[in-house]
């Protein structure tokens, strides 16, 4: 890991020069030696990484919407080649290279942070050893090496030996269950965070490789932060569990606002967004009305979920209109006669009575 790690030792500085200033300003409040105040200071780095990585964030889920659109051609594609696989494979690459979309778009953002990553480790590595590494002076590093979160001071590892432990002013007791709780945590965020994505936003009626693809993450990755967590000092994993919780809550947001098509999510927003029009009797809110606007103009082309949510609000009496606005169906029809001219309602005939209908009618005379 330090051979890794030494890899991206140019960017070593910046990040040590982020957490300084930050420290600077944490120490002022709990104190220059807190693990407080060097903690959060880790969690700062992150949440300054996350907004700067948010155009990427957004660049993701374009892409992944793309993969989402390409699925009914992937299902093509597969029940045409079922019983050839290569042939599948290049058919796919081919239409990946056609349509510009990329399979692995989803792990941009992870691997945008590594270097952050690796930087704060090797960052934490030496502080372990009491060297000094970029802006930190010597002074510092013997700061942060004493600083402790809940007993565990943020440059131990779970694999450290109770000798080194004890170098650092601490119990191997308060460091492992620190450590494993933490781990499990973090663990736990990822896994959650991959299984709201493949429960709630795509569409799993629809089986391709991208679909087995993040399935396949959603186990893999929690078991690889598991077993490179105990080889992770504490202020790494609390880098970490930061991000994930950002990345969890993150998404938690885009599946509620901006749902894939097609997914129990978008089932979801529609459902709350016509509970919003028929109590308000109006489309309230720019993303509201983009979203109704999109489904009116896909017109026939719309999903099962789309049309039963055209269909729900003609049996409250609205209809939605291109502008993403929805009014009342009769006054949408007054609009329709106006600019048809005004025709004319169609007259009803006349009830007869009984004794009408029972006496024959006289024929007309002869000329």
Not at 96 to 117: D, H, M, R, V, W
Not at 157 to 180: N, P, Q, W
Not at 182 to 194: E, K, N, W
């Amino acid at each position: 890991m330090d051979t890794i790690a030494g890899l991206f030792s140019f960017i070593t500085t910046p990040v040590s020069w982020i957490i300084v200033q930050f420290h600077s300003l944490y120490g002022a409040v709990f104190g220059p030696d807190s693990g407080w105040a060097w903690g959060l200071s880790i969690v700062s780095l992150v949440v300054l990484i996350r907004i700067c990585l948010i155009p990427l964030f957004v660049k993701q889920i374009k892409a992944t919407r793309g993969m989402q659109a390409l699925q009914p051609k992937m299902k093509a594609i597969q029940e045409r080649y079922k019983n050839d696989k290569q042939r599948q494979s290049e058919e796919m690459m081919k239409l990946y290279k056609e349509t510009g979309t990329n399979p692995l778009s989803s792990c941009l953002p992870i691997l945008a942070q590594s270097p952050f990553f690796f930087a704060l480790y090797h960052v934490l590595a030496n502080i372990a050893d009491g060297k000094t590494i970029g802006v930190l002076n010597q002074q510092l590093v013997d700061s942060a090496r004493e600083a402790k979160i809940f007993g565990a001071p943020i440059a131990a590892k779970f694999m450290d030996s109770s000798e080194k432990v004890a170098a650092l002013g601490a119990s191997l007791t308060d460091v492992r269950v620190v450590t494993a709780v933490m781990i499990v945590m973090m663990s736990l965020s990822q896994f959650y965070t991959q299984r709201q994505l493949m429960q709630k936003n795509v569409d799993l009626s629809v089986k391709t490789p991208f679909m087995q693809q993040q399935k396949m993450l959603m186990y893999i990755f929690p078991v690889i932060f598991a077993v490179m967590g105990i080889n992770f000092p504490v202020g790494v994993l609390v880098y970490w569990l930061t991000t994930n919780v950002w990345t969890m809550g993150q998404q938690m947001y885009v599946i509620n606002q901006n749902p894939t098509p097609g997914s129990k999510a978008q089932d979801q927003y529609l459902t709350r967004l016509l509970k919003h029009a028929t109590s308000h009797g109006e489309v309230k809110g720019r993303g509201k009305k983009k979203t109704v606007a999109a489904i009116v103009a896909k017109g026939p082309d719309r999903n099962d979920i789309e049309r039963k949510f055209i269909t729900a609000l003609s049996k409250q009496g609205l209809a939605a209109q291109a502008d993403g606005s929805v009014i009342k169906s009769s006054e949408s029809t007054a609009d329709s006669d106006a600019a048809s001219g005004g025709a004319a309602k169609r007259q009803q005939p006349k009830r007869q009575t009984k004794s009408q209908r029972q006496t024959p009618s006289k024929p007309s005379p002869k000329k």
